[in-house]
């Protein structure tokens, strides 16, 4: 409980050593990744990043990442699920290109600093603090990035394997807890926070994940943009992935559905157990004719009955 709260109202340490990462290099390594995914690698600067979706030609969302301008290089950063997909599917497409990809999971490590104290102590740490969303900041044989997995604000520090029971015992001795995989995941959903492999999945389109920020509508052609664009142009999505709240304390599995008038109105992808507001947080692909504010819906298979709402 500690730790939720301090993630929640504070700050926290998440430990994200098992996400992938890997090292784009070589001549080509722009503009093979502005070609594989929905935002804008072309123009980065060293010091930027980006949050991208990798598609497949149908417009499927394959793996979501951050990419990581380093100056010589590129670091994508994605779930530890994705990391083979991502490594294989890019490999596919160099033919010709000066690109290489190397795995580097194993030698960098990840610790998430998050929270809405999270800039006052990175900076208490010594640590740089970048100034946009997803940039990155060098700092001694690692970086920083300012990326959050659990809410609006948090950092990301990446050091050498052999550097990481360092940072831990720094941060520590700095009195800012390690929350837990519960703690994070009920924070990730009480600020709407999707995550690919729960929430975002292969199934799902880029317009309806709700995730525009992970898409430049200028930059060109990509792999999956044609279907991006014909969504875009003629508004044909029936669903979004949007926050539901449960009136209950049992969190229902992923893959339930919630009616309204006896018909699937929605289908929760993740949902957890909020102490601070006393309901279940979910987040929920709902059909467009149900996500109006406050919309009552009912949870399938509950007795006695179960209800939820859009906030």
Known sequence: MKSYQALRSGVACIDLSA?????????????????????????????????????????????????????????????????GKVLQHLDKYIIADDVTLEDQTAIWKAVGIEGPASAAAVEALGLPVPAGDYHVAAWENGFTARTAATGPLGFRVFVPVAERAGLIEKIAAAGIPEADAEAARTVRLENGKPRYGEDITERYLTQESQQMHAVSFSKGCYLGQEIVERVRSRAQVHRHLMPVRIRFTQPPAAGTKLKADGKDAAEITSAAYSPALGEVVALAY??????????????????PPVTAYVP
């Not at 990744?33 to 980065?44: E, F």
């Not at 709902?286 to 007795?303: H, I, M, N, P």
């Open 286 to 303: 709902v059909r467009t004719d149900y996500q109006a504010s406050k919309t009552e819906l009912a949870v399938d298979s509950t007795e």
């Open 19 to 83: 996400r992938g990462k890997i090292r784009v290099t070589g001549e080509d390594r722009a503009r093979l990744l502005h070609a594989m995914t929905t935002n804008d690698v072309q123009h980065m600067q060293p010091g930027d990043g980006v949050y991208a979706f990798f598609l497949n030609a149908q417009g499927r969302i394959l793996a979501d990442a951050y990419i990581y301008h380093l100056g010589e290089s590129f670091l994508i950063d994605t779930e530890p699920e994705t990391a």
